[in-house]
């Protein structure tokens, strides 16, 4: 498992902190976007989850059965899909946006490896209270051979050895942070039995 820096767009006056809590048995990460200017403004952010497999051909992610999702490489990549499938597996390239609003508020897991993600996200208004809480978009992303060897960053087989389950706000309905307030994001992983 691995997290990476998160990626965070937001307005004037955002003001950001990022809190990493590693234990024997479960990695856990949370990003604040406090709005400390006038205006309010509607934040995208992106937990960056890498997690570490033996072979992602054999791969399946469950918990977005009957999601919504845009799929970044069709055609129409606007177009909202619904996910059909009780598991996602990367039998090529992969990228798609699962909408938090159209999925059920539950723990995604990553077999045959046996991770666990777990994330949350909250609206809070200036006094610390929650305004409203959010289940997170979920960004499946892995990029097959192709996109792997045109990448400088990246091991040319590296897409067999990892995939991507990235909790976020990026979808086009994200919340709106009034000026005293923030957006939490947070993600437990941890491995099954764990």
């Known amino acids: 498992m691995s997290a ?4 965070v767009v937001a307005g004037p006056g955002a003001s950001r902190r990022y809190e990493v809590v590693l234990d024997e048995r479960s ?6 976007i406090a709005n400390v200017g006038r205006e309010p403004f509607a934040p995208q952010c992106l937990l960056h989850t890498y997690l570490r497999v033996e072979d992602s051909k054999r791969v399946m992610v469950h918990g977005l059965e009957n999601a919504k999702y845009v799929d970044k490489l069709a055609e129409d990549a606007s177009k909202l ?3 059909d499938m009780p598991a996602i597996m990367f039998q090529g390239e992969t990228d798609r946006v699962y909408q938090g609003a159209s999925r059920e508020p539950q723990p995604l897991t990553v077999r045959p490896e046996g991770y666990r993600v777990d994330a949350y996200g909250a609206v809070l208004d200036g006094d610390g209270a929650i305004e409203d809480e959010l289940v ?3 960004v499946i992303w892995n990029p097959h051979v192709n996109k792997s060897k045109a990448m400088g960053d990246f091991d040319d087989d590296g897409w067999k050895a990892m995939c991507c389950v990235e909790p976020g706000v990026v979808a086009a309905d994200r919340p709106v ?3 005293g307030g923030a957006l939490v994001l947070s993600q437990t992983l941890e491995a099954d039995g764990a």
Request: aromatic share 6%; net charge negative; glycine share 0%.
């Open 81 to 83: 899909v619904d996910e």
């Open 27 to 32: 990695l856990y990460c949370e990003l604040k």
């Open 4 to 7: 990476r820096s998160p990626a």
């Open 177 to 179: 942070v009034a000026p």
């Open 136 to 138: 997170a978009d979920v």
